[in-house]
């Protein structure tokens, strides 16, 4: 899980800032797609990989523009897209090493940010990494493989919804860091609710393997945590700074979403509380119940253990036993039986053994 | 439980600001309630929800006023409370998503605050989200559902008691927030009642299902902890900025309130701690109780079992067993059983078993 | 045990600031003593409640005054009190709260520091709180029940030992509150060489009982802590504040017991690791006896459980069993038997269970 | 393990900065390379070390030297290099201590940087001690014995590849530190992935001795831990300094090199959580088999005993007996026994036991 | 072993600041022995008691002096001392309570550094007060009985070797202080080794006495925390203060020791780590064990408890059983008891319980 999380550097000894893609390929398709909008009119073009060199003719500086890469493999549209739009060298590097750490960074004229798109894949969380360099009027957006929580966005975008339209590049920029954020919490929710039905099971104590369930939510909500928490610093840094992409105007959208952040990480810690809670409970209830099957057998065996040593005793065949040959030995064998149990029933029942 | 602090966003790729109710709808009626006073009169509204429209010429800007809405699921309503009143979008998105974490924002000419209204409902805390919006000599205040803990504040402005009728909306607000605080003392008081009632019965061990309870009481302090940590918070924030609603001659009162929640914050970690204690203690006690149980065990069986081997084997069909015809042959034989109870008694005593 | 530090509003609702005594009331008895001293001259009354009105004229401004109540719950008392001495409402109720967290308040001419008073009683640490109002010359002290530790400063101000005489109101207020914290000491001494004592307990196993002990001196351990915790706070807020009480002169003596607390703090925080410890180094020995007891149930029952199965099987009474009649097959028995027990020590000393 | 972070003072009580060898002799070779170049050129030297003295001619002004020792142990080449160079007698300590914590400290005209080179040598981390000392155009670097991990700057120098031959000596000494953080991943990478394979081996419970590989995988960690922290740190101090041997220029490559350990930190606190958790989810599992032991166990023993005890008392050799001559008498103990069998099946089966 | 660092207050109610002896009297012997030198000559006094008088006209005030007392006990000396030298009160109390946390205080001519010197006796840490009393051109220090660890530095003055016969009584407090540290380090170092060790006993399960072994280094490393942190926090403080004894160009040597002690805490952290995870990896271990011996013990039983149910059906006396004349009944029951056996064995292997 931690894989998502760590650099593994292929480009040891290399030059810091070469071209080098990090990360598990989970795509063969280039799928490019420029979105222009002003106030006014709105254009939406995939571009096919052959026709690269239309970009730059495309864009129009008149207008807010979105081009959203889906293929961080393909090194030669980045070599491009490097070069074309000048990328700085680490700020490349930092795009293409999808084992990333969320963060922002400010170049001259641009800034990066970059974090993790989570989605459940049945019981599991696939992490993607996204990121944004927003230059004026420009926003690139890189993608691992195509399929993505846009949609609405785009939705908006053309019907013209609220400030979206009028806001510039960094409102953008915002709209998708908050629907990344937004589904942040779609996926504590599931979790979470199979979380809260864990308790049920728990406390009836219906289900052996639940200690592996508690582990498995365990991890998913460290990786929620690490996907996060420095999603949080990185606002915080945006926040503090005078001078960056975002404009005044566009700040207590961000303030919105840091707020959003610390209840999603107050969220992603009470469940992980609520978690080692549940595995305490169950530990106790297992020594609980083992403890009752031990009363059991202690039960058993300390009544009938001495009992069938005393039948064992007039089993033997020594020829000269006396209590043998008296008429109700018998009998009296089978009172001093009764005897022993029920005195053994009453003492363990005043012993709550029972 | 960490249900009533998780946002769930229903309007995920949605212009964030659009008016969406985000909650369980508790309630069906719709209250509104207009209470304005001065230092001399004071009058108390109900409003019909036909009579929305004359709202604006009841406010009388002379006066303080205090307009309470209990139906934050009725839309139409929160949509001509907030054209008329000129609410920020953010703030009245705030006011709708009942997953909202207690913060306090400020905007142009009002401020939010939010809260959640914690009840004691049989064994369960019920949540309920309290949101103000003060401005200028008016207080909005909006709940999910009709009844609350207010009566005792309106008693105090109709009986003119204290600073109340001269203070302001600021002052108001306040005197809200110290009866919602006030009710978490009464509720971890209640809950913390329970918790030192359990000592007994942990120490005397004369139940089974303290792991289920402790994990229950566990979980009631962890909706406290949630609840209140974030008006510490809260407070904090409204203590250090300079310009806010609150008047410089209040703030002492608030002040008086942080050091409540920073007290309520303390006990509420120390009754979580003392419920671990009471769960290490309770673990220990089950594993002597076990260790109990298996001596009395190991004793009955180490006795008896060589015993009964002893008498399994003159029980041996064998044509040849020369102690079989000795006359005392059957009487060494107890002995030899006596001898050797009585020493592993003497054993298992000096072994601290018996 | 918290609830001690848990303020139980019993004025929910009616003003903040009204005079309502909350806490246990522990006496009956109202004592006023104050005692007048300046360089030359000491004074000491014992004043009736019946001649409360004669305390304005005792009052001789020229000498530094120390008026100790022993009757928070007398709210006539505390009502002149509050009136002549012109109190702020809010300070009155935190001095009649008994619940309060130690905490200083600065008002307009007084200061308001209220502390817990610790004492042993038997194996609980009973808690009082004795709240002091400092103002230039006079000095009011309240505890909630006559008795209390400072005798000793009031021989010192008899015996005009040391700086006491002279160095003004805020120094008496010091040696008072320094005599509460040397007291902490005292006590965490005690406990603390109690719970030393239980090293030698433990490490021997002599007792079953220790994890109730454990458990109860982690309990006082925590008394102690919320009573030290917000002292140390306030004595830092003090030092921090440019503008109160305390006189530059005396602040250096402030310092030291702000170390006290700091070293009290540490001394508590440390037994309750040591406690800790003891805890889990108690569970690894009980785990390790039911180990060997387990070890011998299995060594017995695996010796002979086998051994008695074989002599069962020759004591069946089948016809046809040809060993039965082989004249020496009793002692091959034996000799089986004899062979089988070897083995079985000889395997379990290998495994070291024997 | 924790040998390599602890200073061993065997110059206890010698005046601090004499010149001793602190720690293993790790190598007997004594190898000096030294590498000089500008932009055109390159030139790299071994230098013997009975050609100590040509040293200072061979360094050339004009270009970044790179001085690389591999023989810490060699105290007459030390005193040399300390006395030429002018080196600082407490920097040349710390350059001798290898159980120094990494640290930056800043000298008149120099900075010493020290960091611990780990490689995986089969199971183990092995640690090794790298100072730099940096000055203007001049970087040496002490290790403790020949082979590293250079390599690749070393072919990036020749090659001219990216800013190295142009950005002086403190890019050489940043590119030589980040070989040595990216190599720290490389590590965490390796040691993680082999932490992440056991979480198979541990939800399928086919291990024994887990508990033993979870504590050697958490040492690791720890050495880790150890490692980077402290660098992370002398990173903050470097960049928080205004005025030392890296220039602005450069610093932002440092920047990267912090977001990187504070990445590498962050991924080795996780592992360790991942750890802790492994070793709870085992410790419950090891649980739950135990109580599969003791059901099966007891329900062998709880079924069997009575029936055994009921056999018996038919064994005994009682003359009066009347059951025995009862014809059916036989069979009718049979029904009785499989009566038992299954009413004691049903029961545990309601129990969930079986 | 916290009774080291808990002031035990005797003087309570005492003038603060009056002299008491606080501690156990560790030694009869008084000790006065002072050391003056500069740059050419270096005088070593043995001052007898009788001959107190006398020290001030020894002291040359050209000379760094050097008077160090064995003699804490002696109030008689102190006094003396106190008066001559003109200390503070409250320095004299702190010198004089040997439970003193460790700590620096400024007065107006002079400074007062409090440490632990810690030995090791036996397996048992010793701890001792050393106070030292730092003005211009002197420096006291007071130990509370004779031996200390100062030889080395004792005999640096005599050789002259290093600074420190010319950096003034600052820089010889620093190489006292700097002795003290360094001894930390040897007694982590030899505990540390002895924690090192013990992880081959648990790893290879040798010795049940373990829990109370890792039970008393966490204890000695409790010691040492105590001892060291104050320090930490201690040169903090002076390095931070603008304005006190130690000279600008010693502080560098300051520093050093400050990274001294972080180191010093960040090795007792790790050991304390480490003996947790031996902690729990041993417990574990104990667990598994105790399943393997309930295997053994489950194994046997549910294999042969069955069989000698068998046999005992066969051995009753019932005069009609159908079986026992049957002629190879009895080879047909063990034919039964050998399947049973061979499916019992086969069942347990599957389920890895052999």
Request: with cysteine; net charge neutral; hydrophobic share 45%.
């Given at each position: 899980m931690s894989r998502y999380f760590t650099k593994r550097t292929i480009n040891r000894g290399k030059a810091p800032g070469s071209l080098v893609f990090i990360g598990e390929r989970k795509s063969d398709e280039t799928i490019l797609n420029l979105i222009q909008y002003n106030e006014k009119e709105i254009d939406d073009f995939i571009i096919a990989e052959s026709d690269l060199e239309s970009i730059p003719e495309k864009i129009d500086t008149e207008k807010t523009s979105w081009l959203n890469l889906d293929a961080l493999h393909n090194l030669e549209l980045m070599k491009f897209i490097k070069s074309h739009f000048h990328i700085h060298p680490l700020l490349m590097e930092d795009i293409l090493n999808t084992g990333q750490r969320p963060k922002v960074e400010d170049f001259d004229n641009c800034s990066l940010i970059s974090m993790k798109m989570l989605q459940l894949e049945g019981d599991e969380i696939a992490v993607e990494q996204v990121s944004f360099v927003l230059s004026e009027g420009l926003l690139l957006s890189f993608q691992e493989r195509p399929g993505d929580l846009f949609d609405l966005v785009r939705k908006r975008l053309v019907e013209a919804k609220g400030r979206i339209r009028t806001a510039g590049a960094d409102y953008l920029c915002y709209a998708l860091m908050d629907t990344l954020v937004d589904h942040y919490f779609d996926i504590i929710g599931q979790v979470g609710d199979k979380v809260e039905d864990l308790e049920d099971v728990i406390l009836n104590h219906q289900d052996q393997n639940i200690s592996t369930t508690i582990y498995k939510y365990k991890r998913e909500f460290r990786v929620l945590h690490k996907a996060i928490l420095p999603v949080?610093?990185?606002?915080?840094?945006?926040?503090?700074?005078?001078?960056?992409?975002?404009?005044?105007?566009?700040?207590?959208?961000?303030?919105?979403?840091?707020?959003?952040?610390?209840?999603?990480?107050?969220?992603?810690?009470?469940?992980?509380?609520?978690?080692?809670?549940?595995?305490?409970?169950?530990?106790?209830?297992?020594?609980?119940?083992?403890?009752?099957?031990?009363?059991?057998?202690?039960?058993?065996?300390?009544?009938?253990?001495?009992?069938?040593?005393?039948?064992?005793?007039?089993?033997?065949?020594?020829?000269?036993?006396?209590?043998?040959?008296?008429?109700?030995?018998?009998?009296?064998?089978?009172?001093?039986?009764?005897?022993?149990?029920?005195?053994?029933?009453?003492?363990?029942?005043?012993?709550?053994?029972?």
């Open positions: 949080r610093d990185m606002l915080l840094k945006i926040l503090k700074s005078e001078d960056n992409q975002f404009k005044q105007e566009n700040r207590q959208y961000l303030r919105d979403l840091l707020d959003l952040c610390q209840q999603a990480l107050e969220s992603v810690e009470s469940y992980r509380e609520q978690l080692s809670d549940y595995h305490n409970t169950y530990n106790t209830i297992v020594n609980n119940r083992m403890n009752d099957v031990m009363k059991v057998l202690t039960v058993f065996a300390s009544i009938f253990i001495p009992l069938t040593f005393i039948a064992g005793v007039y089993g033997t065949n020594f020829e000269n036993i006396p209590e043998l040959t008296y008429k109700y030995a018998y009998f009296i064998m089978w009172a001093f039986f009764v005897v022993i149990i029920v005195g053994m029933v009453i003492y363990f029942k005043r012993n709550k053994w029972l």
